[in-house]
T-cell receptor
């Protein structure tokens, strides 16, 4: 079964610093990959997705992610974070042909002034 | 606003109560989902509906009973819940199964 690993449960950074949130998935077969963000007391909002094509995907709010098939990774990056980026970030994967969207445990990003 | 609306946003219920959570989407999606989000646990998929038919029940206890009267509406009927059922319940929809999901804001459920 497909699984998603987000190694860092919490990531504290200072405002305007770069950040990378790591995500690894278990299967190397055809997959669709997603990053979602959840602000306090809210649902999940899609940040970006990889379905096919270019391995560098750009999303909303200045975030981007790179699909690395050989390392089965889909790390999320932002070159300069803002206080408003403080939230929980979830990586998710759908294996081609499956209906299941499998989520990682999430990474809490805290941006400090 | 994602196009998926959940009501109520907050619910406190006793263990002997019966209540229902409602989810509505007007995105023209064919698949709808219930997820449970508990503290320090990954998102748990509970149920999947595709074209109003239940296609997945992820070993959910019978005290949770879903209902999907049409492709735009999804309910979760609750009865005789336990305190450990307290969580954020998220509804989502997608164009088809396995496509990107759009989430509602969730219902924060507290069982006392």
């Amino acid at each position: 079964a497909q699984s998603v690993t987000q190694l860092d449960s919490q990531v504290p950074v200072f405002e305007e610093a770069p950040v990378e949130l790591r995500c690894n998935y278990s299967s190397s077969v055809s997959v669709y990959l997603f990053w979602y963000v959840q602000y306090p007391n809210q649902g999940l909002q899609l940040l970006l997705k990889y379905l096919s094509g270019s391995t560098l995907v750009k999303g909303i709010n200045g975030f981007e992610a790179e699909f690395n098939k050989s390392q089965t990774s889909f790390h999320l990056r932002k070159p300069s974070v803002h206080i408003s980026d403080t939230a929980e970030y979830f990586c998710a994967v759908v294996q081609g042909g499956s209906e299941k969207l499998v989520f990682g445990k999430g990474t809490k990003l805290t941006v400090n002034p | 606003e994602t196009g998926v609306t959940q009501t109520p946003r907050h619910l406190v219920m006793g263990m002997t109560n019966k209540k229902s959570l409602k989810c509505e989407q007007h995105l023209g999606h064919n698949a709808m989902y219930w997820y449970k989000q508990s503290a320090k646990k990954p998102l748990e998929l509970m149920f999947v509906y595709n074209f109003k038919e239940q296609t997945e029940n992820n070993s959910v206890p019978s005290r949770f009973s879903p209902e999907c009267p049409n492709s735009s509406h999804l309910f979760l009927h609750l009865h005789t819940l336990q305190p450990e059922d307290s969580a954020l319940y998220l509804c989502a929809s997608s164009r088809n199964r396995g496509w990107e999901a759009f989430f509602g804001q969730g219902t924060r459920l507290t069982v006392v």
